[in-house]
């Protein structure tokens, strides 16, 4: 896979990289205004998902997705690169992807509870994109210390960086070198 180049098409002139292409898993991106708001609300009220974002709003509603899609694209405004929509066969199972932070890019994935079992596959195939992207050297995953199966991470080649705080909450600090 070829690394992108920002310099060859910046994100300023309008030109994004290409989302990853269905592959044979069925697994697609997309961008997260192409869903129907409707499956974010409802993914995200999910009280299944509060175990796993202690930053998540008690009350998720149809203004909290609107205000999640503004902010994940004007992140792919600013940056060139974001979150995307996830799909498995068509089905909306998500959402994912890259936000840069002051120290490099952060990764996260946040699936429907029925699509958990899906994310080191999703994963996989988001941290291709990031090898293939020249700005993006490493990244670093934060979870909650609720999540205690953590051998996926381990397989993708992530390592413990130790705990931080977040806005008040205690996550657990991960790097993956994707250069």
Known sequence: MTRHDPAAAPAAQGALPPAPAPDAAGLAFLRLPDIPPEAITAHMSDPRLAAHLPLLPPVWDAEATA????AKEA???RDGLGHWALLHRGAYI???GFQKEAEGWDFGLVLTPEAFGLGPAAARRALEFARADSRIPFVTLLLPPSRTRL???ARLG?????EVMQDGARFLKFRLDTA
Do not use: K, S, T
């Open 67 to 70: 205000r999640l899609v503004a």
């Open 75 to 77: 992140r792919w405004a």
């Open 94 to 96: 998500g959402w994912g």
């Open 151 to 153: 051998g996926a991470l």
């Open 158 to 162: 992530a390592r413990a960086e130790g």
